[in-house]
């Protein structure tokens, strides 16, 4: 890698390489690859540059967990949150407006870092893409997030996001985690119907649709 270190922001030129790179990620419509693919890239960027692992949360990780979150948003927890982003910024990254993102604007990528670290009991998975390890938050931890944002919002993808991770990866979860989660966290009521829809889907091998019906009188229900 081809870098030159200088005395104030530590990487001042000659940064081509990882910019060129980004041209040949995987593409938009390959949006599970393309995410792990990008978080690989940025986690060898982020140790370049001394700003320790990222971790992959949000509807980010939704995406790789369920295939239906967000094909270009990433929301990152980094430790040196102002220091990666000076340094995406020197090849080629731009700021939002608000200066809430960093995004690319040839590349369809867009960063937000909403944090430096993960809650308080919140643990990353590491995956390893093409050689390098890559980390992102558990499901069980997912799980939870999404449900704490149904219940605060009443935002209906939010309980559809929380029912396919916990309806994909029912046989790799750690239950008794889940439900100290769910109960610490006050959504037992949302969780008990995920569960709920997962084990009458799995009994009475409802369709998509009926599995989106339920979903979707539920969240008519919780509106009042």
């Not at 599970?32 to 990780?61: Q, T």
């Not at 997962?198 to 009042?224: F, I, M, P, Y």
Request: proline share 5%; glycine share 8%.
């Amino acid at each position: 890698m081809s870098i030159r270190r200088g005395n104030h922001t530590g990487l001042t030129v000659e940064l081509t390489e990882y910019s060129e790179e980004l041209a040949f990620l995987p593409p938009p419509d390959e949006p599970a690859e393309r995410h792990i693919a990008v978080m690989a890239w940025l986690s060898r960027f982020s140790r370049e540059c001394g700003c320790g692992d990222p971790i992959l949360v949000g509807c980010g990780a939704v995406e790789l967990y369920a295939g239906c979150g967000n094909a270009t948003d990433f929301d990152i927890i980094v430790p040196e949150i102002a220091k990666l982003s000076t340094h995406l910024l020197e090849i080629g990254f731009q700021r939002s407006s608000d200066q809430r993102f960093v995004f690319h604007p040839g590349h369809s990528i867009l960063f937000e870092f909403p944090a430096s670290e993960l809650l308080p009991g919140e643990v990353p998975v590491k995956v390893t893409y093409e050689g390098t390890d890559c980390y992102i938050i558990d499901p069980e931890d997912l799980i939870a997030n999404r449900l704490e944002n149904f219940e605060a919002t009443g935002g209906g993808i939010d309980l559809v996001y929380a029912y396919l991770i916990y309806h994909y990866h029912y046989d790799r979860l750690d239950m008794d985690r889940l439900r100290e989660i769910v109960t610490r966290r006050d959504v037992r009521e949302s969780f008990t119907f995920v569960r709920k829809l997962h084990d009458e889907t799995n009994e009475s091998k409802l369709s998509t649709g009926e599995q989106s019906g339920r979903l979707a009188n539920e969240c008519q229900r919780r509106r009042g």
